[in-house]
Nanobody, 118 residues
Framework: QVQLVESGGGLVQPGGSLRLSCAAS??????????MSWYRQAPGKERELVASIASGGSTNIVDAVKGRFTISRDNAKKTLYLQMNNLKTEDTAVYFC??????????WGQGTQVTVSS
């Protein structure tokens, strides 16, 4: 059974940094079928992709956070990370960890709140 547990959210001032973690069980990061991603959902808005990392290690970062956010993983620890630097107020959202298997099955964590405010 797949389980994803996010942590690391919190309140930070604009320009600050946070690192989110997603502890995964029942998932093999290097399994060809898996793509691990971070999504976010701001109040009143749809959930949107932030960054993803494929089983081979290639990454995709959306333009809104490119140059500020980095996605990475530790295969041995089965943990996915999102390093967020130079945070802006518009980055405020609930951040979700996602595991997608063969583009058909999606697993979600419960989310972690990130609030950027002075």
């Amino acid at each position: 059974q797949v389980q994803l547990v996010e942590s690391g959210g919190g309140l930070v001032q604009p320009g600050g940094s946070l690192r989110l973690s997603c502890a995964a069980s029942g998932v093999s990061f290097t399994n060809r079928g898996y793509v691990m991603s971070w999504y976010r959902q701001a109040p009143g808005k749809e959930r949107e992709l932030v960054a993803s990392i494929a089983s081979g290690g290639s990454t995709n970062i959306v333009d809104a956070v490119k140059g500020r956010f980095t996605i990475s993983r530790d295969n041995a620890k089965k943990t996915l990370y999102l390093q967020m630097n130079n945070l802006k107020t518009e980055d405020t959202a609930v951040y979700f960890c996602n595991a997608e298997l063969w583009g058909k099955v999606n697993y979600w964590g419960q989310g972690t709140q990130v609030t950027v405010s002075s």
